[in-house]
């Protein structure tokens, strides 16, 4: 079974970071839900300025991918970190306290919204090489799949955790519960003993539009990472309009209630969590590059599921299990994907890498939901949801056309070649 061959501990400071993403992870997912209802009822806002709030927030990706991950490559990571960490708490914080004062005010969101999605984004470009920077190669796959474990785990709890903190304390203050994440996370990345080699020194009269150049050309220009992020890109794409209707479909259509709902999404992300925990032995049994083709057809036609069930709890559970199949294969290949990109990266351009195929893989999900809304419109809600959702075999045909499908071995970069294989 894949939980049997224990291995050592991965180590203290990767326990730490692990630690503290989770932590912090879990309080964005309660400001996810308690920030809107802030403007809602106590801010009394319109469905456009809750959804501008939305905006605000997922703005920064577009914005600041770029230059962050050429400064992060400019300087040791971990302060970057802390100070991000600390950023974020100080904005969510001012949240109870306007609150409290009565100064709070539909600006002060969308600034904090601004504020904490931009540091997020330094945040991310820093925090995504730490795995193999901590455990080397060897042991990468094993890191990445804890942390993906980690972040299903505060996607499960996190929702009902917010729910819940939101009836007892009110939406402002269990804003607050998020700023306190923010705290505990940067107090665990102080803790660290891992210090960072300093970074590898920039030829005079570099400039940071040059940097970022190089980290577009790197992702461009890579037989792998191309495809990797063009498949990313479109299944972005594609599961952004999905997830615009699914909800409508299933309460509209099946008549679900939205307690049943909820807990189908819910039993799904156990999937995922499950999925994390099982990636270093599928990857070991399987190949990296199989376990990346094959997790990424395995999902596609599990997205179907929704709009050919019939109504009642049979179709209900049969969701549930289709979509708790979905996550964890989908998590073994994202694990899979994320550790194939750190391995043939340069080490001095992990930064300019991790933001750049965010900013590609996740600059225009925006257009997603406008592109099935403009499909429902046409076709209707059901024939829309399962264009969409077969669509998803896309991003698995992509993969399959390119090197990846013939690779035996992960075409490590030359300054990882020398660690244990």
């Known amino acids: 079974m894949w939980w049997r061959g224990k291995r050592e501990k991965l180590g203290r400071d990767f326990g730490l970071v692990w630690g503290g993403q989770l932590v912090d ?21 319109s469905d456009f300025e809750v959804a501008a709030l939305g905006a605000a927030g997922a703005l920064p990706v577009l914005l600041v991918s770029l230059p962050a991950g050429a400064v992060v ?36 969101l ?20 730490l795995p193999l920077l901590l455990v080397g190669r060897e042991r990468l796959v094993e890191a990445t799949g804890r942390m993906n474990t980690g972040r299903g785990l505060a996607e499960m709890a996190g929702p009902s955790a ?9 939406a402002a203050r269990a804003v607050s519960v998020d700023a306190a994440s923010y705290v505990l996370s ?48 479109v299944t972005t794409f ?4 999905v997830s615009a209707f699914w909800l409508l479909y299933v309460i ?44 990424t057809l395995l999902s596609a036609p599990l997205e179907t599921v929704t709009p050919l069930v019939g109504r009642g709890p049979a179709g209900q559970w049969t969701v549930a299990l289709a979509f708790t199949a979905l996550t964890a294969t989908g998590m073994v290949a994202v694990t899979a994907t994320g550790s194939v990109r750190q391995l043939v990266c340069p080490p001095d351009m992990l930064g300019r890498m991790t933001a750049t195929t965010r900013f590609l893989a996740q600059g225009l999900r925006f257009l997603g ?53």
Not at 162 to 170: D, K, M, Y
């Open 25 to 45: 992870q879990f309080g964005s997912q309660v400001s996810r839900l308690a920030l809107p209802l802030v403007a809602i009822v106590t801010l009394h806002a």
């Open 73 to 108: 490559d400019r300087v040791r990571r971990r302060p970057v970190m802390i100070w991000c960490a600390a950023g974020c708490a100080l904005a969510m914080g001012s949240v109870p306290l306007a609150n409290a004062l009565w100064h709070l005010t539909l600006a002060q």
């Open 110 to 129: 969308y600034a904090v919204a601004l504020v904490v999605g931009s540091l997020t984004v330094v945040f991310d470009a820093a925090a995504g090489s």
């Open 162 to 170: 917010g729910g819940f903190l939101v009836g007892a304390l009110g």
């Open 186 to 233: 940067a107090g665990m990345l102080a803790l660290m003993r891992f210090r960072e080699p300093a970074p590898k020194p920039r030829a005079a009269g570099t400039r940071l539009r040059h940097e970022i150049r190089e980290g577009l050309r790197l992702v461009l220009r890579h037989p792998l990472l191309r495809v990797m992020v063009l498949a990313d890109a």
């Open 238 to 241: 594609l599961l952004a309009g």
């Open 252 to 295: 509209r259509e099946l008549h679900w209630s939205v307690r049943a709902a909820g807990l189908v999404y819910g039993l799904s992300l156990i999937g995922g969590v499950l999925g994390g925990m099982a990636a270093r032995r599928v990857v070991e049994r399987v190949g990296m590059s199989r376990t990346m083709v094959l997790g």
């Open 369 to 421: 939901p406008l592109a099935a809304g403009a499909l429902a419109t046409w076709a209707g809600l059901r024939p829309a949801l399962l264009v969409l959702a077969g669509a998803t075999l896309l991003p698995g045909l992509i993969l399959l056309a390119s090197p990846i499908r013939s690779m035996r071995e992960v075409p490590v970069h030359e300054a990882y070649a020398a660690g244990p294989a």
